[in-house]
């Protein structure tokens, strides 16, 4: 059964780096079946997408978001990062990671699906 | 992006009685060439991560019980429950997959009345 486990710092001060991992057991994150994602929720409030990452590396980012997020993979230790800069208060939020589900094409692209299984998520605080 | 829009945003039904969720995409979501509704719905319990509970609209993941249906097409849909139980109190999403840039509703709250 996958599973997967988010961790790193609960607080982080404005204008600096949030950094997470998350660590996938059960199952390859070397996948061809799917990307891994990252979401956040602000307390009390909805579901954001913050991107997506293939196994070799390829990305999607919130166009939102793309230009303070950098998501990594590390496939020999089975576990993605995410990488959030400049930090504000509005970027405390609880962050879950996913295994993001997709479809592979013929030509070599592949397709963004929905998020199946989620992990339990974790409080990210940004404060001085 | 596409801007996914619930109704309403919150929502109580009696135990045993239906409930209805709207979900409105400010354009389709349906893919002609497959003829498929781009949309997922998850459900989530308070403390929880999200659950996904339909995808392509209508398609029931495994495991969840089949009072839970999906529905519609284009830029229209709804998830029912059709007898409320008292473990579906919680917040449910719609999220669209037709764009790179995923999007969700904001969510509506369930609750029994």
């Known amino acids: 059964q996958l599973q997967l486990q988010e961790s790193g710092p609960g607080l982080v001060k404005p204008s600096e780096t949030l950094s997470l991992t998350c660590t996938v057991s059960?199952?390859?994150?070397?996948?061809?079946?799917?990307?891994w994602g990252w979401i956040r929720q602000p307390p009390g409030k909805g579901l954001e997408w913050i991107g997506s990452i293939y196994y070799t590396g390829s990305t999607y980012y919130n166009p939102s978001l793309k230009s303070r997020v950098t998501i990594s993979v590390d496939s020999s230790k089975n576990q993605f990062s995410l990488r959030l800069s400049s930090v504000t208060a509005g970027d405390t939020a609880a962050y879950y990671c996913?295994?993001?589900?997709?479809?592979?094409?013929?030509?070599?692209?592949?397709?963004?699906?929905?998020?199946?299984?989620w992990g339990q998520g974790t409080l990210v605080t940004v404060s001085s | 992006d596409i801007v996914m829009t619930q109704s309403p945003d919150s929502l109580a039904v009696s135990l045993g009685e239906r409930a209805t969720i709207n979900c409105k995409s400010s354009?389709?979501?349906?893919?002609?060439?497959?003829?498929?509704?781009?949309l997922a719905w998850y459900q989530q319990k308070p403390g929880q991560p999200p659950k996904l509970l339909v995808y392509?609209?209508?398609t029931r993941e495994s495991g969840v019980p089949d009072r839970f249906s999906g529905s519609g097409s284009g830029t229209d849909f709804t998830l029912t429950i059709s007898s409320l139980q008292a473990e579906d109190v919680a917040v449910y999403y719609c999220q669209q997959y037709y764009s790179t840039s995923i999007t969700f509703g904001q969510g509506t709250r369930l609750e029994i009345k």
């Open positions: 392509w609209a209508s």
């Open positions: 354009q389709s979501v349906l893919y002609s060439s497959n003829n498929k509704d781009y």
């Open positions: 059960g199952g390859s994150i070397s996948s061809s079946s799917c990307n």
């Open positions: 996913a295994r993001h589900e997709i479809y592979n094409s013929a030509s070599g692209s592949y397709y963004l699906r929905w998020f199946d299984p």
